[in-house]
Structure formats: structure tokens, C-alpha cells
């Protein structure tokens, strides 16, 4: 059974930064390419970013340039570092593991396992 367990959310001024974190466990976590999601009240859930098993990075346009995806292999722990926040990037951000080794979770529909969700706030 996957389980992901997001942590370093909070409330911060734009123009500041947060680093997030998702620990993994259930899965062979280096064969996996691991994905940030997004959801906003009254918004569909969103891609953010996403980082493949060799380490190649794929980002939503909203954030790029701004936030970076990394990953610990020998931690199962992949980092999503935001910098520059803006108002509009207040969400509950998900961590997301896909529906299958092969799949990249650049949309929801690859989902297969979801984090609990950790609450950005970014005040103006």
C-alpha cells in the first residue's frame, strides 16, 4: 500500500518561499516518477511539477522558473522548493505517485496514489 506524507506547508508573504517535502513508502521509490498537484477552493486539482526516476524535471508554466523538484532516492523523500510565491500560488499541494511505473503523473488521470495534501497560504 503507497503512502505519501507531505510536510512544510504554512503562511508566508509573497515574494517569499517554501520548501515542501513527501515521503514515500509502499513502492520501489526509484523506479517511480513523482508529481506535485495543486488544488485551489473552488478550482480543479492542477499539475505542478514533476521529476522523473533519472532526475529530468517537467513543470506547469505558472511556476516555472520559480519552484524546483528534487529527489532523495535513499530517503524516498522527493522536495518541491518554491521561491518567488505569489498570492495566486495559495493551494493545498499534493503529493502524487502514478497509477503505474511506467506512467509520468503530468495529469490527475495518472494519479494513482494521493498525499493527504499540505495548505500553502500566500499573503499579499
Known amino acids: 500500500q503507497v503512502q505519501l506524507v507531505e510536510s512544510g506547508g504554512g503562511l508566508v508573504q509573497a515574494g517569499g518561499s517554501l520548501t515542501l517535502s513527501c515521503a514515500a513508502s509502499?513502492?520501489?521509490?526509484?523506479?517511480?516518477?513523482m508529481g506535485w498537484f495543486r488544488q485551489a477552493p473552488g478550482k480543479e486539482r492542477e499539475f505542478v511539477s514533476t521529476i522523473t526516476w533519472t532526475g529530468k524535471s517537467y513543470y506547469s508554466d505558472s511556476v516555472k522558473g520559480r519552484f524546483t523538484v528534487s529527489r532523495d532516492n535513499a530517503k524516498n523523500t522527493v522536495y518541491l522548493q518554491m521561491n518567488s510565491l505569489k498570492p495566486e500560488d495559495t493551494a493545498v499541494y499534493y503529493c502524487?505517485?502514478?497509477?503505474?511505473?511506467?506512467?509520468?503523473?503530468?495529469?490527475?488521470?495518472?494519479?494513482?496514489?494521493w498525499g493527504q495534501g499540505t495548505q500553502v497560504t500566500v499573503s499579499s
Open positions: 509502499g513502492l520501489t521509490f526509484v523506479n517511480y516518477c
Open positions: 502524487a505517485a502514478p497509477r503505474a511505473v511506467s506512467l509520468i503523473p503530468r495529469s490527475p488521470s495518472a494519479v494513482g496514489s
